[in-house]
Structure formats: C-alpha cells, structure tokens
C-alpha cells in the first residue's frame, strides 16, 4: 500500500534501503563534480554531475513519487525545466497553449520558442473550444489549473480525453496548487511542470524546477537533454529542496487555510472590486476544484478600485512583502503589471484580465489575525 502524502514528504531514505549514511536523518549533500571509477570500463553508477548527483537523484525520486509519476527530473529553475521540455518538440509543431500563463512562460514561447519554429495558440482552457484548434501539425496542450495570475480553473481530465483523442501530450504545470494538493498525472496529464522555487521549496530561498513523467520516451529523452543542455539542480539546492518538501503538508494547509480567511476579508473591503480565490463558492472553477484537487492552494488575486489605490497598497505594505514570486513561508503581494507579466503585451494583459488595479497575494504561514491587522491598517489609508 502506498504511504500517505505527509509520510512520503519525508520517509524516502529508509525505504529505498541502498543508502545507509551513518543513520543520518539529512541526506547527504554530494557536493562533487565528477566520481572516481573503480577501474577500466567500470563506474560506480556516476559518472560526472551534470548527468547524474546522488542528492539530485534522492530529490527526483521524492517528487516523483508525491506526484504519482515514474521519474522526475530537477532542473536549476521552473524556466530552466520548461526550456528542457520544448526540446522536445521540432520547428512546425504546433501548442495549444493556456492563454494566462506565468509571463516567463509566455515570454519563452514568444521570444523564444517561436523564433525555433514552434506555433502557438492562446486559449482559455475553462471556457474556450480547444478541439476546434486542434490542426493536424498540433503536438500538445499547456495549461496551468489554477491559473497565474488569474485563477482561471480548467478541467483536467476533460482536456485529458481530448488529448487522448487526438494523439497530443498534456503538459500541466501544477505549481500553484503543488502535489499536495493536485496530482495532474492520474487525472490523465502526460507531463507536469513545478516551478520548485515556490510551494516545494516554501521558503523563497532556493531557485528550481520539475518535470514529471511517466511516459517511457520522453523519459529516456529528457535523460539524454539534460546530459546535453546541463541545466540539471546543484547539489546544495536539492538538498535545500529535499528539507523544504519536508513541510510540504504542513505548509500548504496552514497557508490555505489563510487564504480562505483572507479572501473572505478581502471581499468585504470597500476598496476591493473583485476576488479570484477559488476557494470561494462563487468562484467559477470552484466546483472543478472540488472534483480534481484535494484543496485550492493560497494564491488569491484581487482588483481594487483605482491603479492609484494599487499603487498604495504596494506602497504601505510591511510584513507583507512587495514581492515577486509566491509559495513561501512569507506572505508577499505582487504587482503583475510591472512585475511577473511586464513582458506580456499590454492587449494581451488586459485580454486576460490582467489591469493596473491587479494585485497577487501568496499567503504565508503567519498568524492570519496578524496578515488582516496589517492589511486592515493598508486600507484604511486608501481613500
Ligand atoms: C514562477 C513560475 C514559473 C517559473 O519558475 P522559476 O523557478 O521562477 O523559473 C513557472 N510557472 C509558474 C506557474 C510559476 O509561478
């Protein structure tokens, strides 16, 4: 029988049994760039770190497993992990595409993966007909459930059978919501992406990034892109990713369970226009999430007013950090306009719901009556 999330966050040394490291509770950090070989034509099984790290290789089984997937490989960044994954793909081939991305995805699809000769389409995955964009030169489907910044929420598995359908792979980055909480490859999902700097990590002190698979192809071909490219996580960091995963559980419930207060209060300000949390019943994604995941996470995005009044918050905030990034133990409030989607064209901004009166919060693990005391302090300077 297979252990539970919690268990599996920190249990994975004794379990697999090859490793007997003196008892120590820490997996040990193989800082080493190369490995000594027992003679001609023998190897201990490592060869050189950019192929393969004894810590690098403990942290992949871990998410593999909390993610249900055969392997799962750790990249120096989630962008880093994006990049590796559109090796796959060859000029003339076609994505499906989310339309509300994190802006680094967009802006690697844009500026980057275009320029190689891929073709994109922006869909909303929640409310748009994605079989009518379906063309014969049409690879795969990328989404993010929940969505960044906008919470929008798409059904997995329906877009999974539409895949399935038609011979295309679906990738799904999971970041926002992470393995506790969602597991996209047993819902149907070929391939998952985390930005392992957010929810894994939880203490924004590390950069890193995640795919997980368990298609044996595209197994054999990441081994060999990331052998070629190098971009595979150091061993310091694995380590730090290994401790922070550690709390995962923990984490995740205290920090929703933050949210959920915080959207509920963030309703009732005066100055609040609209809440995207979709926690909330009135949320359009809620029901789905009742049905694909196990929780809805600790993003909450919300429209004030006036740009002014934005501005202000960002301003007066000071526990509550004016911050990029999301998925920690602190609490910070992002501007996405300037900050995650300033590469993202103003229209294509807008189109998405994105405006000047748009502000991100990752909830923390704080005391919540501490978070509503600051923010109630914020807005009672708007007017
Ligand atoms: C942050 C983020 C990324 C990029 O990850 P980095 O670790 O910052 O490179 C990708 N997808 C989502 C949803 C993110 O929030």
């Known amino acids: 029988m297979s252990r539970g999330i919690n268990t599996r966050c920190l249990h994975l040394q004794e379990t697999e049994g090859q490793v007997n490291n003196y008892g120590s509770l820490s997996f040990p950090i193989y800082q080493t760039a190369t490995y000594a070989h027992p ?39 989630g962008m880093a992990a994006i990049t590796l994954l559109f090796e796959l793909f060859r000029p003339g081939d076609h994505i499906i595409s989310e339309a509300d991305l994190y802006g680094g995805s967009i802006r690697l699809f844009d500026n980057v993966s275009k320029k190689n000769g891929l073709q994109f389409t922006y869909l909303n995955g929640a409310s748009d007909d994605i079989e009518s964009a379906i063309r014969p030169d049409t690879k795969a489907i990328y989404i993010e459930t929940p969505t960044n910044p906008m919470m929008n929420v798409s059904d997995i598995e329906k877009i999974a059978q539409i895949c399935k359908k038609h011979g295309l792979l679906l990738i799904v980055d999971n970041t926002f919501l ?10 149907g999902a070929d391939i998952v992406i985390h930005s392992g700097t957010k929810f894994l990590g939880g203490h924004n002190d590390t950069l890193a990034g995640f795919i997980v698979t368990s298609n044996d ?26 401790r922070g995963i550690k709390t995962l559980g923990v984490r995740m419930e205290k920090a929703q369970q933050n949210a959920l207060e915080l959207a509920s209060w963030l309703k009732e300000q005066k100055a609040v226009t609209k809440v995207f949390y979709p926690g909330l019943p009135e949320h359009p994604g809620y029901e789905v999430m009742k049905k694909q995941a196990r929780g809805f996470g600790s993003m909450i995005t919300f429209n004030v007013d006036t740009k002014e009044h934005a501005l202000k918050i960002l301003e007066e905030v000071k526990m509550i950090k004016y911050a990029e990034s999301l998925g920690g133990t602190e609490t910070l409030i992002t501007y996405p306009t300037t900050q995650t989607h300033a590469d993202v064209p103003e229209e294509v901004r807008l189109r998405n719901g994105i405006t000047p009166c748009t502000l991100r919060l990752s909830t923390g693990i704080e005391d919540v009556e501490d978070l509503k005391a600051e923010l109630a302090e914020v807005f009672s300077k708007l007017n």
């Not at 992470?178 to 819902?187: A, D, G, K």
């Not at 490219?229 to 694995?238: E, K, M, R, V």
């Open 178 to 187: 992470s393995p506790y909480f969602q597991n996209p490859i047993q819902l």
């Open 217 to 242: 192809e595209i197994i054999e071909k990441l081994r060999f892109l990331i052998k070629t490219t190098g971009a595979g996580l150091a061993p310091f960091d694995s380590w730090l990713l290994i």
């Open 39 to 77: 003679g001609v034509g023998r190897s201990t099984g490592y060869d050189y770190s950019r192929l393969q790290n004894p810590t690098r290789e403990h942290l992949e089984k871990i998410v593999a497993g909390l993610e249900n997937g055969k392997e799962a490989f750790a990249l120096s960044t």
